[in-house]
């Protein structure tokens, strides 16, 4: 069965604090993934990598910053936290398969 | 530009009811479709995927409709549990994206009430 495990699971921080999410997928996929989820928004992407080293923009990379240090971790990192980053944080992982995105349990943030 | 549009946007539904959830989308190329379910502040649960022209699963008391031709899905819930009680994502897949890009509707929130 593939896992996805997200750390920690809830986060409170305060305004431009500086906050890191971590993502390991324990699959060998290639894809990885980081979106966010705010009421009356389906997930949109952050971040995405396919691979060690490598990382792509998404759809609302402001703010975010991403880091793909192995196959299996890949680490959203926000700088100085801001309120409107408030939001549920979902990471999954893809392999070859076209049909099949895992996802993680997700990451309550509150920024305060 | 929103592409997946679900209706309703919350439902209230009495236990033993039965229910449908609609989902229209402009994904172009479509690759496939599938429904979640998720309850308040947690994770995403697949229900079914759905994958040919005219598609047709069943899982339970969740079946589910797909037409790539009117772009248009629908998830049957029979005999609605408390349980149920959710919000019910529709997530079609993008053909065209090298990345495998999923575009995420807003959901459906559902309700069942004694």
């Known amino acids: 069965e593939a896992a996805v495990t997200q750390s920690p699971r809830n986060k409170v921080t305060v305004t431009g604090g500086n906050v890191t999410l971590s993502c390991r997928q324990t699959n060998s996929h290639n894809y990885m993934y980081w979106y966010r989820q705010d009421t009356g928004h389906g997930l949109r992407l952050i971040h995405y990598s396919y691979g060690a080293g490598n990382l792509q923009i998404g759809d609302v990379p402001d703010g975010y910053k991403a880091t793909r240090t192995t196959q299996e971790d890949f680490f959203l990192l926000l700088e100085l936290a801001s309120p409107s980053q408030t939001s549920l944080y979902f990471c999954a992982s893809r392999g070859l398969g076209f049909y099949e995105q895992y996802f993680g349990p997700g990451t309550r943030l509150t920024v305060l | 530009k929103t592409q997946v549009e679900q209706s309703p946007q919350s439902l209230v539904v009495r236990q033993g009811e039965n229910c449908v959830l609609q989902c229209n989308y402009s994904v172009t190329p479509d690759n496939h479709l599938r429904w979640f379910k998720q309850d308040t502040g947690k994770g995403l649960v697949s229900l079914t995927v759905?994958?040919?022209?005219?598609d047709k699963t069943s899982n339970g008391r969740y079946s589910a409709t797909l037409d790539k031709d009117a772009k248009h899905s629908t998830l049957h819930i029979t005999a609605t549990l408390l349980d149920d009680t959710a919000t019910y994502i529709c997530?079609?897949?993008?053909?065209?994206?090298?990345?495998?890009?999923?575009?995420f509707g807003a959901g459906t929130q559902l309700i069942v009430i004694p």
């Open positions: 997530v079609v897949g993008d053909r065209g994206s090298a990345l495998g890009r999923l575009h």
């Open positions: 759905l994958v040919d022209q005219k």
